[in-house]
Nanobody, 126 residues
Framework: QVQLVESGGGLVQAGGSLRLSCAAS????????MGWFRQGPGSERDFVAAITRSGGRTLVADTVKGRFTISRDNGKNTLYLQMNSLKPEDTAVYYCAAAYTIDNGLLATPLQYTYWGQGTQVTVSS
């Protein structure tokens, strides 16, 4: 089992920044590809960003490209999402997710992930 706990959400004005963290425990963190997803009211869970188990490659959704950056620190068992130039449409619950992988792949769909955090609310006011 892998336990994931997100933190860092909150209320911010448009144009502001937040950094989300996801602390992992229970298994060897560096064996897991990681991702961030978000879900707004009445919406499906959408892909935001993904990172390989080594952290060498990343992928971000077109909607956040140039504004959000995903990173990880395998020594601290922690995943990050730096969010800059936030917009009201970024308002959602943000979830981190983990998937055991034997290669260095990037995973961009919810069904590819096994473990999920409880989510952290991000609200961007206009």
């Amino acid at each position: 089992q892998v336990q994931l706990v997100e933190s860092g959400g909150g209320l911010v004005q448009a144009g502001g920044s937040l950094r989300l963290s996801c602390a992992a425990s229970g298994r060897t963190f560096s064996n897991y590809a990681m991702g961030w997803f978000r879900q707004g009211p009445g919406s499906e869970r959408d892909f935001v960003a993904a990172i390989t188990r080594s952290g060498g490659r990343t992928l971000v959704a077109d909607t956040v490209k140039g504004r959000f950056t995903i990173s990880r620190d395998n020594g601290k068992n922690t995943l990050y999402l730096q969010m800059n130039s936030l917009k009201p449409e970024d308002t959602a619950v943000y979830y981190c997710a983990a998937a055991y992988t034997i290669d260095n792949g990037l995973l961009a769909t919810p069904l590819q992930y096994t473990y999920w955090g409880q989510g952290t609310q991000v609200t961007v006011s206009s």
